[in-house]
Every structure is written in C-alpha cells, then in structure tokens.
T-cell receptor, first 115, second 115 residues
Framework: GAGVSQSPRYKVAKRGQDVALRCDPISGHVSLFWYQQALGQGPEFLTY????????KSGLPSDRFFAERPEGSVSTLKIQRTQQEDSAVYLCASSSSGGNTGELFFGEGSRLTVL | AQSVAQPEDQVNVAEGNPLTVKCTYSVSGNPYLFWYVQYPNRGLQFLLKYITGDNLVKGSYGFEAEFNKSQTSFHLKKPSALVSDSALYFC?????????????FGQGTTLQVKP
C-alpha cells in the first residue's frame, strides 16, 4: 500500500479481554516498530522487527504484551488480559532499513480503550 | 542513555510571525535528530532530520531546524507561521545503543497559530 495501515483504528475492550492490533507496513520495508502513546505523551518504544526477527522487545511493559511478524510483512501486537493502564494509542512504523539514519513512516494508530 | 527534552508544553504565535519550538538533547556519540508533526487523530509525519553536515536543516512545509552542538539543541523554526501549522510537534533522537534505528521521542509541544 501507499502507507502504513493499522487496524482497527478504535478498539474498546473490557478489562481482562485479549486484543489484537494489526499493522501492514509499507511494502518492502524491512524494519517495523511498535510504539505506545499515552494521552498527552510522546510515543514510547515497545518492540522492533527486522524482517521476521524480533530484535528488540525491551519496551514491552509486561509479559501480557506479545508481538509477531511471521512472514516479515504484516505484524500483530497482542495484549492479553487487558488492564486500564493499557489504554493508549498504539502506533506502528516502518522503515526501509534498520540501524541507519532513515526516517520512520507511521500509521495512524490504533486507539485502545480499556473499560 | 539518549534523551530529548521539549521544555514547552505549548507555543502560541500569531499567523505570519516566526515560530520556534525548542528541543534539547542528550546523547553519547554523534546525534541523529528528527522532528515529527502529529495532527489530531493522525500518525506522526516526518518533517526533517539532522545526521551530519550543515547545522541548518531544511524540511517539509517550510520548516527548518538549527543544530547547535555547544548548546545541545535542535530547535524547530519557521519564518512565517500558518494557522494550518497548528499541531503537536515531537523532537526525537535515534537510540545509539544496538543497531535498530529506533527513535526516542520527547513529550511533545503543542503549537497554536492564531489568525
């Protein structure tokens, strides 16, 4: 596609439910990032993929968070047993290569509200 | 550890006047610095970056930024503000640890341009 696509754009979950957020990066982009943006805050890094390999997951806040990119293209961020503090916008970004000085291209985000 | 600080939560400027959005950074090694803009309910859009070379970097929509090594600053500027420039602006630095190319963002500055 022309840009990074994320779905759903909005998700409301009851506390304890599992959610899955999808990211479709720009075609051919090797690097894929997930960020979490709480209200009024800057994006916080969650995890990074280079192709299908998850090279950095240091930002995942707990073991309830899991991300995958099995074929090196589409990625899914899964949150198990959601808590109210998980409410945020989850941003996906892709880049043509990792470890370089190129800019990241962001999707519009998935806004998660946990009730 | 790399970090950026945006000391102003909000900047107000009249249309047609010059604007400055401040950013200071802390890095080990050479700084790779970025500015992104975020419009309501949209993802982040790349404006400009400094990697090396001229201290004055020109970017999208008439924005520019000045890299100042002695003051560890990377302020965003525009000679004549437009109402449509009103948005949330983020400064970011590339994390030099590892080789992922991930960005560390500031807290953001809301720019309000009034007619």
């Amino acid at each position: 596609g022309a840009g990074v696509s994320q779905s759903p754009r909005y998700k409301v979950a009851k506390r304890g439910q599992d959610v899955a957020l999808r990211c479709d990066p720009i075609s051919g982009h090797v690097s894929l990032f997930w960020y979490q943006q709480a209200l009024g805050q800057g994006p916080e890094f969650l995890t990074y993929f280079q192709n299908e390999a998850q090279l950095d997951k240091s930002g995942l806040p707990s073991d309830r968070f899991f991300a995958e990119r099995p074929e090196g293209s589409v990625s899914t961020l899964k949150i198990q047993r959601t808590q109210q503090e998980d409410s945020a916008v989850y941003l996906c970004a892709s880049s043509s290569s990792g470890g370089n000085t190129g800019e990241l291209f962001f999707g519009e985000g998935s806004r998660l509200t946990v009730l | 550890a790399q970090s950026v600080a945006q000391p102003e939560d909000q900047v107000n400027v009249a249309e047609g006047n010059p604007l400055t959005v401040k950013c200071t950074y802390s890095v080990s090694g050479n700084p790779y610095l970025f500015w992104y803009v975020q419009y309501p309910n949209r993802g982040l859009q790349f404006l400009l970056k400094y990697i090396t070379g001229d201290n004055l970097v020109k970017g999208s929509y008439g924005f520019e930024a000045e890299f100042n090594k002695s003051q560890t600053s990377f302020h965003l500027k525009k000679p004549s503000a437009l109402v449509s420039d009103s948005a949330l602006y983020f400064c970011a630095v590339r994390d030099g640890s590892g080789n992922t190319g991930k960005l560390i963002f500031g807290q953001g500055t809301t720019l309000q341009v009034k007619p």
